[in-house]
């Protein structure tokens, strides 16, 4: 098991920053990869970034490519996603996940959930 937990989420004018942290703890070291993924009010949940966990590869949703960098500190067992130029079109619950197999593109492919973060950005 992992356990996943999602912090630094808020309330920001468009324009502005924010940083999502997600701790990791338990058997990570079976972790193939960490994601980010978002859901807005009456939307499907949707992929917003990735990265492998041992070669450090990143994916990038398209919307937020140029604009979010995703990163990962091994010792820490955390990963971070660095919110930039952030759009009222961002506010969306801001979801942590880990899966133990390639496959970072879908929400399926993912075995371990956090509890999810409210990040609101205010035009």
């Known amino acids: 098991q992992v356990q996943l937990v999602e912090s630094g989420g808020g309330l920001v004018q468009a324009g502005g920053s924010l940083r999502l942290s997600c701790a990791a703890s338990g058997r990570t070291f079976s972790t193939y990869a960490m994601g980010w993924f978002r859901q807005a009010p009456g939307k499907e949940r949707e992929f917003v970034s990735a990265i492998t966990w041992r070669t450090g590869i990143t994916y990038y949703a398209d919307s937020v490519k140029g604009r979010f960098t995703i990163s990962r500190e091994n010792a820490k067992n955390t990963v971070y996603l660095q919110m930039n130029s952030l759009k009222s079109e961002d506010t969306a619950v801001y979801y942590c996940?880990?899966?133990?197999?390639?496959?970072?593109?879908?929400?399926?492919?993912?075995?371990?959930w956090g509890q999810g973060t409210q990040v609101t950005v205010s035009s």
């Open positions: 996940a880990a899966n133990k197999r390639p496959g970072v593109l879908e929400a399926r492919t993912y075995d371990y």
